[in-house]
């Protein structure tokens, strides 16, 4: 089945590490986007890929990395610069264009 | 620049009700409007969505959604909740920038 997978699904490391996050999908989709979830704030763009070694920084990149060297991957790595890096976070892909998103299931990231 | 505003953060109704969930988005165009759906520690489903035509849209498990321009509003209706309705509900846009924009959410409870 066609879909976008979130790897791990929960996540613990220590303040001041390093996490990355990883992000497949196999709907043959351009595009790819990061968002982060926190209880009442809906959800946040952190970064977005429109084409393969390309990416922008959304509303909340600081902090944050991304890659984009294969269409099916968009990794999101959370450095120690990111104050506040517990959080849900969803990765999503849509056709670029006029077409709706497409959401993993997410990883929930608690930092200690 | 596009958003989306959802003024409610909390609806109850009891099962059997009827349910309205309000959206009002802001763009200068004809925007490309969604309603998704979250369960607790799961990704978003895309419930519904409208981009030209008809303005009464109709969704997966039993929702529509009306687009009326002169309101800027896009408000998600059931008929009749079931108690698995109870869920996070997301109205988002998508304007010239092809990326989407997400409201904070509307946490639906449902009593028996």
């Known amino acids: 089945d066609g879909g976008i997978t979130q790897s791990p699904k929960y996540l613990f490391r220590k303040e001041g590490q390093n996490v990355t996050l990883s992000c497949e999908q196999n709907?043959?989709?351009?595009?790819m986007y990061w968002y982060r979830q926190d209880p009442g704030q809906g959800l946040r763009l952190i970064y977005y890929?429109?084409?393969?070694?390309?990416?922008q920084k959304g509303d909340i990149a600081e902090g944050y990395s991304v890659s984009r060297e294969k269409k099916e991957s968009f990794p999101l790595t959370v450095t120690s610069a990111q104050k506040n890096p517990t959080a849900f976070y969803l990765c999503?892909?849509?056709?670029?264009?006029?077409?709706?998103?497409?959401f993993g299931q997410g990883t929930r990231l608690t930092v200690v | 620049a596009q958003s989306v505003t959802q003024p409610d953060i909390h609806i109850t109704v009891s099962e059997g009700a009827s349910l309205e969930l309000r959206c009002n988005y802001s763009?200068?165009?004809?925007?490309?409007l969604f309603w998704y759906v979250q369960s607790p520690g799961q990704g978003l489903q895309l419930l519904l969505k409208?981009?030209?035509?008809?303005?009464l849209v109709q969704g997966i498990k039993g929702f529509e959604a009306e687009f009326k321009r002169s309101q800027s509003s896009f408000n998600l209706r059931k008929p009749s909740v079931h108690w698995s309705d109870a869920a996070e509900y997301f109205c988002?846009?998508?304007?010239?920038?092809?990326?989407?924009?997400f409201g904070r959410g509307t946490s639906l409870i449902v009593h028996p």
């Open positions: 999503a892909s849509s056709v670029t264009g006029d077409t709706e998103a497409f």
């Open positions: 890929s429109q084409i393969v070694n390309d990416f």
């Open positions: 709907l043959n989709h351009d595009a």
């Open positions: 988002a846009v998508r304007g010239g920038s092809y990326i989407p924009t």
């Open positions: 409208y981009f030209s035509g008809d303005t």
């Open positions: 763009y200068g165009a004809t925007p490309y």
